[in-house]
């Protein structure tokens, strides 16, 4: 691949509302995408009504083994430009993708959304119990619910997600 580019997860900026139609056309023409999707109810002033919408607007996941891959997935429609930082393609790492298919996949945990805001710093906790045990997360109080925090420190963002407070042990107190 060349000099500048590591193979791995590359964060693909598309158009606003796009991301499901960019993630079927990546998937379409041969490169392993992922597009973490979230159950939310929206409300209109007659109905609600329960819709998947994408955890990161506008943002989707691409698997870049080589330049050839890098350069198809920029060229399919919808597709704005890969997201940098510092100067850098963002490059999420294999565990943050894991950490956020853990996320989307268990049962023991609602109220999923992201959060760009740099967060209070709280305890650092191990989740024991449920589909996710072994996991570390921060818990963030807020409105008297306890939150998790998982930190994807490559793309600087962060997760949150209620969690039953029995599911955690206290690890240490951050600085």
């Known amino acids: 691949m060349g000099k500048l580019l590591k193979t791995g997860w590359y964060v693909l900026y598309v158009r606003s509302r796009h991301e499901k139609k960019v993630d079927n ?11 973490p999707l979230v159950k939310t109810i929206r409300k209109w002033s007659d109905r609600k009504k329960t819709i998947e919408a994408p955890l990161f607007p506008s943002y989707v996941f691409v698997k870049i083994n ?17 997201v940098r930082c510092g100067g850098q393609y963002a490059l999420a790492k294999e565990d943050e993708i894991q950490k956020i298919k853990l996320f989307l996949g268990s049962e023991d945990i609602t109220n999923i959304n992201n959060d760009r805001h740099d967060l209070e710093i709280g305890e650092i906790m191990l989740i024991q119990y449920g589909s996710l045990a072994g996991l570390e997360c921060e818990v963030v109080k807020v409105n008297n619910e306890n939150k998790i925090v998982v930190r994807l420190n490559s793309i600087n963002q962060s997760i949150t997600a209620t969690i039953p407070p029995q599911f955690l042990s206290k690890i240490s107190k951050a600085v």
């Open 25 to 35: 056309l990546l998937k379409e023409s041969g490169l392993e995408s992922f597009l």
């Open 66 to 82: 080589s330049a050839k891959d890098f350069y198809k997935a920029s060229s399919i429609e919808g597709a704005c430009t890969f």
